[in-house]
């Protein structure tokens, strides 16, 4: 079955410091990668995605991922992290369901904080 | 206003009652989905829906019902609360098929079921 895994549950980074943002896959066939972020009583915002080509994908707010086919990793980055970048980070990667039908599978949250 | 609301933002309900939660699209979306977000569990699929009038079952739909009778409205419906079933329940939107394009969602809905 296909799955994510986000090790770290919590990631704390001085503003003006690079961030790094964990995420594994598991999946049988070529990966989609997505990533998201939630802000406080908000719903989740599209951030970028991999299907194929380029291993190092651009997306919002500075943020890039770099997929790594042989470690099976998807990790969220950014070269300068901003206070205003503090919020609840979601790798996801499509999943075939049972009835045939496509989904997303979340992992289950980072929470990064940048402090001044 | 475009984009993806839901309603109510936050409803408290006893074990039994019946629960409908609103879920409306600006953008003419072909797809559109039911999420719920428990700590430990990130999102998972309730049902989700390819068109009017054409739903399917995520991966925990029992419990739910859900129908579209139209493109820009979902409505999600808890026939008899369960606790369990408190959650913050997130509608989404997309375009093309899951995993495709990216997902919209909603501001989200917190259910109490006391």
């Known amino acids: 079955a296909q799955s994510v895994a986000q090790p770290e549950d919590q990631v704390n980074v001085a503003e003006g410091n690079p961030l790094t943002v964990k995420c594994t896959y598991s999946v049988s066939g070529n990966p989609y990668l997505f990533w998201y972020v939630q802000y406080p009583n908000r719903g989740l915002q599209f951030l970028l995605k991999?299907?194929?080509?380029?291993?190092l994908v651009k997306g919002s707010y500075g943020f890039e991922a770099e997929f790594n086919k042989s470690q099976t990793s998807f990790h969220l980055k950014k070269p300068s992290a901003l206070v205003s970048d503090s919020a609840l980070y979601f790798c996801a990667v499509r999943a075939i369901l049972t009835g045939g039908g496509n989904k997303l599978t979340f992992g289950t949250g980072t929470q990064l904080k940048v402090e001044l | 206003d475009a984009g993806i609301t839901q309603s109510p933002r936050y409803k408290i309900t006893e074990t039994g009652r019946q629960v409908t939660l609103m879920c409306h699209q600006t953008?003419?979306?072909?797809?559109m989905f039911w999420y719920r977000q428990d700590l430990g569990h990130g999102l998972r699929l309730i049902y989700y829906s390819a068109a009017a009038d054409i739903t399917d079952k995520g991966e925990v739909p029992d419990g739910y019902v859900v129908s579209r009778s139209k493109t820009e409205n979902f409505p999600l419906t808890l026939e008899s609360a369960t606790r369990s079933q408190t959650s913050v329940y997130f509608c989404?939107?997309?375009?093309?098929?899951?995993?495709?394009?990216?997902?919209?969602f909603g501001p989200g809905t917190r259910l109490t079921v006391l």
């Open positions: 953008w003419s979306h072909s797809y």
């Open positions: 991999y299907i194929t080509g380029d291993n």
């Open positions: 989404a939107s997309s375009e093309g098929g899951i995993g495709d394009n990216e997902q919209f």
